[in-house]
């Protein structure tokens, strides 16, 4: 069964860096759509990073761009969020998830993303 496993989450104060990592068991990232989500208590889930792996090709959320970097090392089969700049309101459970992809564009936050990880808690404080 395919499975996504997120690490790398904890906590840190404002300003700080966490670097989150999503490792494939079985998804070939080689040619998918992977992204990351997060999710914050009584706050519905937001698209934060993907990126087309087969092209290098990411997208970020207004929120994060600029602050935030996703990349990916398919040897590895593993998709990185490097986190810098850290705000409390950037706290939430992170979750990859991960759906193949053959095109060339960039990856949509609403593509139906079908293998998804537990999820990592993110706390930012101030």
């Known amino acids: 069964q395919e499975q996504l496993v997120e690490s790398g989450g904890g906590s840190v104060q404002a300003g700080g860096s966490l670097r989150l990592s999503c490792a494939a068991s079985?998804?070939?990232?080689?040619?998918?759509?992977v992204a990351w989500f997060r999710q914050a208590p009584g706050k519905e889930r937001e698209g934060v990073a993907s990126?087309?792996?087969?092209?290098?090709?990411?997208k970020y959320a207004d929120s994060v761009r600029g602050r935030f970097t996703i990349s990916q090392d398919n040897a590895q089969n593993t998709v990185y969020l490097e986190m810098n700049s850290l705000k409390p309101e950037d706290t939430g459970t992170y979750y990859c998830?991960?759906?193949?992809?053959?095109?060339?564009?960039?990856?949509?936050?609403?593509?139906?993303?079908?293998?998804w990880g537990q999820g990592t808690q993110v706390t930012v404080s101030s």
């Open positions: 079985r998804v070939a990232y080689s040619r998918a759509c």
């Open positions: 990126v087309n792996t087969g092209f290098e090709r990411p």
């Open positions: 998830a991960a759906v193949e992809w053959l095109g060339a564009a960039g990856c949509p936050f609403s593509l139906e993303y079908n293998v």
